[in-house]
């Protein structure tokens, strides 16, 4: 993937991406009849997934595949770690171990390169 990225603006990337879904889900929303748009709150979530979208593209450009997947696959941790201490989750025991083996794949790949 990363020799198709090194020339297209991740920009470009992202907004097609998001202008393809954004067709499939109206319309699936229209024949649902529950077409409305969002408040603020959430045009500003979909600001800042659109930066992140733009940011992991760029990223793909600049690391291993192996580093990118690794970083992606952690993404259940930094949920579950956000969860506890922004939102005062807790955390289940299969969630500890589930970033457990987690944090041991990361490491291994990490190792391996």
Do not use: D, W
């Not at 198709?4 to 991740?10: A, H, V």
């Not at 991406?17 to 979909?46: K, M």
């Not at 005062?88 to 457990?100: D, N, R, S, Y």
Request: proline residues 2%; charged residues 15%.
């Amino acid at each position: 993937a990363r020799k198709y990225l090194k020339n297209m603006n991740c920009g470009i990337i992202t907004f097609y991406r998001f202008l393809i879904a954004a067709i499939f889900f109206s319309i699936y929303l229209l024949f649902r009849s529950e077409f409305h748009f969002g408040s603020v709150n959430q045009i500003i979530i979909g600001i800042i997934v659109g930066v992140g979208y733009i940011l992991y593209y760029e990223g793909l450009k600049r690391v291993k595949a192996a580093q990118a997947g690794a970083l992606e696959l952690s993404t259940p941790f930094f949920a579950a770690l956000l969860g506890f201490f922004v939102l005062g989750e807790l955390v289940t025991p299969m969630q500890i171990a589930g970033i457990l083996i987690l944090c041991i794949g990361v490491y291994l790949l990490s190792k391996k390169e």
